[in-house]
T-cell receptor, first 110, second 113 residues
Framework: GIQVEQSPPDLILQEGANSTLRCNFS?????LQWFHQNPWGQLINLFY???GTKQNGRLSATTVATERYSLLYISSSQTTDSGVYFC????????????FGSGTRLLVRP | EAGVAQSPRYKIIEKRQSVAFWCNPI?????LYWYQQILGQGPKLLIQ??????VDDSQLPKDRFSAERLKGVDSTLKIQPAKLEDSAVYLC????WGPGELFFGEGSRLTVL
């Protein structure tokens, strides 16, 4: 099945700094989503982005499907950005199953 | 629009006891998923329903886990008997038919003592 790798596994930032999270995947995809898991465990949808670039406030994401990677950019980070960021993909032959990476754990210090 | 609803939010049981989790997907969403998330890991798919039929249950430990979606709307996930390693958050998700954005509930956190 499709493999998903996220990097870095852990990231510590000072408030106000920018960061880039990466997601590599091993096969062509129908779907790619970025989620933020908050301290209470809920998965919050950030982007549905199988290809192209999207922006939402301080966050933006780019997926280059032909090169099998996606990037999540966080600018001017805030302490509330802390948590785990997951990339999840659905391979073209996967019958609509979303497969998760192992996540990037982000800590933003005041 | 109401999101995916799950209950209970928290459950603590002794090993070998049974537990059931309930999920109500977003209205009109034909596809429903149950994921298991062990602490420090990404969610792992347990079972996928399309309306009231099972599409994929290859990762479901069928000797102790069962799930149903009888009328194609609500779903229940049952564990009997529970083991210590079943301690995890059980996440329900739903989406419309076909590819598209997946939406998750708040999860049900299970602790097995």
């Amino acid at each position: 099945g499709i493999q998903v790798e996220q990097s870095p596994p852990d990231l510590i930032l000072q408030e106000g700094a920018n960061s880039t999270l990466r997601c590599n995947f091993s096969d062509s995809v129908n779907n790619l989503q970025w989620f933020h898991q908050n301290p209470w465990g809920q998965l919050i949808n950030l982007f549905y982005i199988p290809s192209g670039t999207k922006q939402n406030g301080r966050l933006s994401a780019t997926t280059v499907a032909t090169e099998r990677y996606s990037l999540l950019y966080i600018s001017s980070s805030q302490t509330t950005d802390s948590g785990v960021y997951f990339c999840a993909v659905e391979g073209m032959d996967s019958s609509y199953k979303l497969i998760f990476g192992s996540g990037t754990r982000l800590l933003v210090r005041p | 629009e109401a999101g995916v609803a799950q209950s209970p939010r928290y459950k603590i049981i002794e090993k070998r006891q049974s537990v059931a989790f309930w999920c109500n997907p977003i209205s009109g969403h034909a596809t429903l998923y149950w994921y298991q998330q062990i602490l420090g890991q990404g969610p792992k798919l347990l079972i996928q329903f399309q309306n009231n039929g099972v599409v994929d249950d290859s990762q479901l430990p069928k000797d102790r886990f069962s799930a149903e979606r009888l009328k194609g709307v609500d779903s229940t996930l049952k564990i009997q008997p529970a083991k210590l390693e079943d301690s995890a958050v059980y996440l329900c998700a739903s989406r419309e038919w076909g590819p598209g954005e997946l939406f998750f509930g708040e999860g049900s956190r299970l602790t097995v003592l």
